[in-house]
């Protein structure tokens, strides 16, 4: 990870070199150097070029050597094969700094992908903070700074933006100078040889000048890095994030891209949502949400306070208002007594407050005026449709004057195109989102909320679980070094002890006599149950008797079991049985796995037994380490936890051991990153605790997507 001291010569460099400065001002040098100037850049420029003389009216140099003194920056424009010579020239004259616009590498084959590894050692070796390569370049507002291979003068703002694609920085950049749309940042990552979306993160986390971070992402080098920047930065300010690649077509293209391994879908959601990270699925949506966190304070509660002059739109809001979990609140006594003053008596007067489509400019800022003081309410949102009668401009204006006074967030939708613009365009230009419909809106304001809950949440509380890490280290080690990948029973069930995992009297047994005897010292019923290295799930073989009561159904069973897995899988090697004690007889089964993911490390996931939960997608996932919280979460998540808490007079079932054995387990995955996978099916719980009745654990040496 790069230091904030380290980035600091790249987001706010004294003096610059661009390699590669060409006259040709279609040419990218000359593009740079043209930006730089447009934007009114202050430092010193060094523009390098064999030819020497001038370029834009800026003295130019005809190689590296003849810098007068070290730049904090050197840009790269060259053609690939001469990138890495002039990477090591501006190592020698002791950059800070270098961006690699030049694209070709990993993303091109494996001579490419070499080529960027050595980039990126020289790098690190030197001290040199890298950006790129294939980048479009950067922007810093606050400086002057556009030292990107884009068109066009961005807009001073507040919202800092990052993205995996140069081509949609472009397309990002023409878009907001049309919307008006400012940034205090822009930063294209290109292949991130050197610098990351964590080390972007952290370091405009830090920036006075950035009120909300944005971006596109298409896939994470070191998840584990990103997430604990993430958490440390959505404390204190908004993370808003496009994640491309979330189909197996996207997942392809992402790759072809940028070279990038690709981790599961599941797992940068379950990031982000560990993180804080608001996730959205359309750049309109993500534009949508970074104008209101820039222009509005956060709402400080759920209760929002709707004036229309239409009863439609104002239904609508309610609509989606009760989906995105935000509360119509009936306005306080006092607030009726002032409506019921200035409004007419057909009017509504509780939420939404219809104020009747005859509504003008005034009538709007009376009602504005009124609930902006209830203490019930924590943000607005004025709805306005074209009547015949509708003052635009003038209501417009009603409502730049009343949020000038008010503390609280407004928001508005003028609903309509032509004539409502002007009225828009001043509301825009005023700092107070105006939208086309109600419903984005309301989903502006319900992220405003969620943000405001999750910087004033309680401080996670992490916990290191007992366990004998030595004891589970010595049987990895032993196995690893016999090429075991599948744990046998026996040391499986080892490691689960170390870990403490609440497991039932288990005996491995290689014949129906054995078995027999194993019963009876353990005392019926017992439960048999197929073992063999090859059949990974019994329930593809039928591999699992239950409630069997008597020697004979014990010897039955055992025929039945390893003659049907015979007869099913031929090729299997069948070890013998288990005999385990049953488990309660009400108890409900959840299941409990973590996997390795290529970028985030080991994920967690919970559900309930069955194919139900699969077909269903009733699966909730989590990232270990895991916190309190973070138990507590995975398993009311689920949109069948009503089953556990209990339905229709049935007994709740022990929570608090569903949470200690996920706890048990992202310590297991935390402390051995050699253990693939983990499978807990079923795992028995009731109102009094939970067995794990049945585990599978794979171990193997794991590539994780780091840099």
């Known amino acids: 990870m790069q230091s904030d001291a380290h980035l600091h010569s ?76 002039a990477m090591k020239e501006l190592a020698e004259a002791n950059v800070s700094a270098i961006c690699v616009i030049t694209a070709g590498f990993r993303e091109t084959g494996r001579d490419g992908f070499e080529l960027e590894m050595e980039m990126a050692e020289l790098a690190r070796h030197k001290g040199i903070t890298l950006l790129g390569p294939n980048t479009l370049g950067l922007i810093n507002t606050s400086i002057g700074l556009n030292a990107t291979i884009a068109q066009g003068k961005p807009t001073t703002g507040s919202i800092a933006f990052f993205s995996q694609s140069g081509a949609l920085c472009s397309a990002i950049l023409d878009w907001a100078d049309g919307e008006n749309i400012g940034f205090s940042k822009f930063i294209s990552l290109g292949n991130k040889a050197g610098i990351s979306e964590a080390d972007v993160l952290a370091s405009l986390g830090e920036d006075p000048d950035t009120k909300v971070i944005i971006g596109y992402l298409e896939s994470v080098d070191d998840g584990q890095e990103f997430l604990k920047n993430a958490q440390a930065v959505t404390n204190k300010k908004p993370i808003i994030l496009i994640k491309a690649g979330t ?128 203490s019930m309410t924590h943000a607005i949102l004025v709805l306005l449709t074209p009547t015949a009668s509708a003052e635009i401009t003038e209501t417009a204006q009603a409502i730049i004057d009343v949020a000038q006074t008010c503390d609280k967030p407004i928001f508005a939708s003028f609903m309509g195109d032509e004539r409502i613009g002007p009225g828009r365009d001043m509301l825009l230009a005023a700092g107070i989102p105006c939208y086309s419909y109600p419903e984005p809106a309301v989903r502006a304001i319900s992220a405003m909320h969620a943000q405001y809950q999750w910087e004033h949440r309680p401080y996670p509380v992490e916990v290191c679980f007992r366990r004998d890490k030595g004891r589970a280290e010595r049987t990895i080690r032993t196995l690893m070094k016999q090429g075991i990948t599948e744990l046998p029973f026996a040391d499986a ?59 004979r159904d014990v010897r039955d069973a055992w025929l039945d079991i390893t003659a049907r897995a015979q007869r099913k899988r031929p090729d299997a ?75 229709r007079g049935e007994e709740p079932v022990s929570l608090a051991a569903i949470e200690d054995i996920l706890l048990s387990i992202s310590q297991m995955a ?10 807990l099916n079923p795992v028995l719980v009731d109102a009094e605790g939970a067995l794990v009745t049945d585990l599978r654990l794979t171990i193997g040496s794991f590539f994780r997507n780091v840099t």
């Open 493 to 551: 069930m080892n490691i689960a002890m170390a870990y403490e995992l609440p497991i039932p009297e288990t005996r491995l047994v290689r014949t129906s006599d054995q078995a027999v005897r194993a019963a009876k010292k353990l005392k019926y019923p017992v439960a048999l149950k197929l073992v063999s290295p090859h059949i990974p799930s019994r329930g593809d073989v039928d591999g699992v008797a239950l409630d069997l009561a008597t020697p």
């Open 670 to 679: 935390t402390d051995f990153p050699e253990i693939r996978e983990v499978e």
């Open 573 to 647: 090697y069948i070890a013998g049985c288990l005999v385990q004690t049953m488990g309660p007889i009400k108890a409900r089964e959840v299941v409990i796995r973590f996997t390795q993911d290529p970028q985030f490390g080991p994920l967690v996931s919970f559900s309930l037994a069955g194919p139900s939960s699969e077909v269903l997608d009733d699966v909730s996932y989590r990232l270990a380490p895991l916190t309190l919280q973070d138990v507590q979460d995975i398993v009311r998540e689920i949109k069948s936890f009503p089953l556990l808490r209990g339905i």
């Open 247 to 374: 189909t197996q077509a996207g997942a392809r293209a992402t790759s072809s891209h940028t070279g990038a391994l690709a981790g599961s879908v599941v797992a940068s959601t379950a990031a982000f949502k560990q993180a804080g990270i608001i996730q959205v699925d359309t750049l309109e949506s993500l534009f949508d949400l970074a104008r209101a966190f820039a222009e509005q304070p956060l709402p400080e509660g759920p209760n929002l306070t709707v004036v229309t002059n239409s009863g439609g739109p104002g239904i609508l809001a309610a609509d989606a208002c009760e989906a995105a979990n935000l509360n119509l609140a009936r306005p306080s006594s006092s607030t009726l007594e002032t409506l019921t003053e200035v409004l007419p008596p057909f009017a509504a007067l509780y939420n939404p407050i219809d104020i009747i489509g005859d509504a003008k400019a005034e009538r709007y800022r009376a009602t504005l005026e009124s609930v902006a003081t209830d």
């Open 10 to 85: 790249l987001f706010n460099p004294e003096s610059i070199a661009i390699i590669g400065v060409s006259r040709n001002p279609h040419k990218l040098g000359n593009v740079i150097l043209s930006n730089l100037i447009a934007a009114g850049y202050k430092g010193t420029i060094f523009p390098v070029n064999p030819a020497g003389g001038k370029i834009l009216d800026i003295p130019t140099f005809p190689e590296i050597s003849a810098l007068p003194k070290p730049p904090d920056l050197g840009i790269i424009v060259l053609p690939r094969d001469k990138m890495l010579p």
